[in-house]
């Protein structure tokens, strides 16, 4: 992933305050999924719950408008291409995908459908290639091998239990 992220960049720098949330995101993101299969243990249908999850996440960041005293342009709510964007972040960033991730996790488990996020990078480069005409270089190929073959090799034979 490394190889595909950084290839292109002419300089790298790391940003220890960028990092640590990077971190801290991945961490939260490995509890949410445990969390999920939890709930679907439950029997609990995939669309409600997680229609209930993002209910109460909005009730949970709107103190942040207060705390951090944001402010609204609702002026910017008028223009098309504004309401297009929040359209497509809501739906199909957020609705459709957290659906499509929580029926994974009840599906396959909470392991297994994590092991695929890491084919995120590979699926990137050939969504770049078809739709902003980028090439490939030699380190995004090997990237791009590396990262399938990881994936290959941690799930082939895999038994056991899930989380």
């Known amino acids: 992933m490394f190889l595909i992220s950084f290839s292109g960049a002419p300089d790298f720098n790391l940003s220890p305050a960028g990092d640590a949330l990077a971190l801290a995101a991945a961490v939260l993101w490995g509890g949410y999924s445990v969390v999920v299969k ?19 996440a909005l009730i949970f960041i709107i103190p942040e408008l207060f705390i951090f005293k944001s402010s609204w342009n609702f002026a910017a709510f008028s223009r098309p291409e504004v309401l297009g964007y929040i359209l497509f972040l809501g739906v199909l960033a957020s609705c459709v995908c957290f659906v499509t991730w929580n029926f994974s996790i009840k599906s396959i488990g909470a392991s ?10 590979a699926v990137t480069v050939v969504f770049s290639l078809m739709f902003l005409d980028e090439k490939i270089t030699l380190p995004v190929a090997f990237g791009m091998l590396l990262t399938v073959a990881g994936l290959i090799i941690s799930q082939y034979g895999k038994t056991g239990a899930d989380v």
């Open 38 to 56: 939890v709930i679907s243990r439950f029997g609990y249908n995939i669309i409600q719950s997680t229609a209930k999850i993002f209910f109460y």
């Open 112 to 121: 297994k459908t994590s092991v695929y996020i890491y084919l995120l990078p």
